[in-house]
């Protein structure tokens, strides 16, 4: 029985970290191809970077998609940098497929091993990999009224600024103590950072505003049509 599980598991987590290789129109794609969306678009809201591996993706019964496991969040602080937005690459059996794809249609034959080997090493590299370029408009629309352009007061990162700090159960200090960071991690004189919840709402901010860029360049290439879907 426990194998059985343990398949089945293993078969939802290849359906879902393969779905967009499928084709979106087929019939009962649509959407979870838009909640895979959404699922990459809250990560990088939180720069969480763990989603490349297939057991951190996980759904109910009645399949929506789990904000499961976000332990690694703020992985290069509370801004980090617009490099991060490898995280709409998703998967790694997806980024080894793009890293497949790219190679030249023309190369020499080589053994399956070093194909593989190339192929892996490829996925690994950020610069390389496709990022997700269709978005569930809704999600898009909220951050284009809530993101840094907006008023202050109707920014996304002045709500969870707010909530954070109004917080009765836990301070701001409390709810973000695992927030720290190393100023040189393999040095043994390094020292640890923590910053106030204002950095991270600063932050916030400068990823809505990269993964927005993002979204307006799919739009110049591929239209609204193709990118925003309802």
Sequence with gaps: KKKKKRTT?????ERLTTTVFRGQNRKGQHEELLRISDTLVFDVLVEDHDRKWDFNWKETHDGLLLHWDSGLGWRHGPVASEKCLEILCAHTKWRERDAEAQLPKDRVQINEKTMQDVIKKA?????KCSRISVFRNSTIAFLRAHGPSAPEEKRLSRMWLKAVTENEALSAEQLLSFGSFWTEPRSITRSRLRFDADIYARGLDQRI?????????????YGAQAVLLS
Excluded at 9 to 13: A, I
Excluded at 209 to 221: A, G, K
């Design 9 to 13: 598991e293993r078969k939802k987590r």
């Design 123 to 127: 996925a690994t590299d950020p610069t």
């Design 209 to 221: 505003e990269w993964l927005l860029d993002w979204v307006d360049q799919s739009i110049d290439l």
